[in-house]
């Protein structure tokens, strides 16, 4: 299974609407957004996305109580709150927008991938036998190269994809 894994789009859809054209081109089946989209319109782009998602809160939600209500009312996405975990094809997978307390969960062990934003930097490194994901963001503000991850359930393959 390929999941998307995505953060940081900070309101700006062109992006986001052309990352989650190639997660659908690229058969992925889940989307996992680790906070920041920032307001309601991102809510109908993510929507977009032929298989589901799960949503966990960054620090810059700007209307919590629209995006809520937009979230609810899809069948496809899921708002998560503060924290994800989910286990797909085997894979224990926690994500969290912040990265000292997914570091913490990756140290704890527990979980196979565990996911975080915040940065705007991409992250690939191993604590343990966890892998620690940062996909980059969407944005592109901060570093100049949007991006977001394809990764593979199956092989356990992580793709940058940049925008």
Same mark, same amino acid.
């Given at each position: 299974m $390929?999941?998307?894994i995505m953060s940081d789009s900070h309101d700006k859809w062109e992006n986001l609407e052309k990352a989650v054209e190639m997660s659908n081109s690229a058969g992925? @089946? %889940?989307l996992l957004f680790a906070g920041d989209l920032i307001s309601p319109p991102g809510i109908a782009v993510l929507n977009k996305f032929k298989g589901k998602t799960k949503f966990v809160w960054g620090n810059n939600e700007a209307e919590r109580v629209g995006m809520t209500r937009k979230f609810e009312a899809s069948e496809k996405m899921?708002?998560?709150g503060d924290i994800f975990e989910g286990e797909f094809d085997g894979i224990k997978i926690f994500m969290n927008h912040y990265p000292k307390i997914t570091e913490l969960a990756a140290k704890s062990k527990e979980f196979n991938v565990c996911i975080h934003g915040h940065t705007h930097e991409y992250r690939e @490194? $191993?604590?343990?036998n966890t892998l620690l994901l940062n996909p980059g963001e969407?944005?592109? %503000?901060q570093t100049g190269k949007p991006s977001f991850i394809i990764f593979d359930t199956k092989s356990r393959a992580v793709r940058r994809i940049n925008l």
């Open positions: $390929k999941i998307a992925c @089946e %889940y899921q708002l998560c @490194e $191993k604590i343990g969407i944005q592109g %503000y």
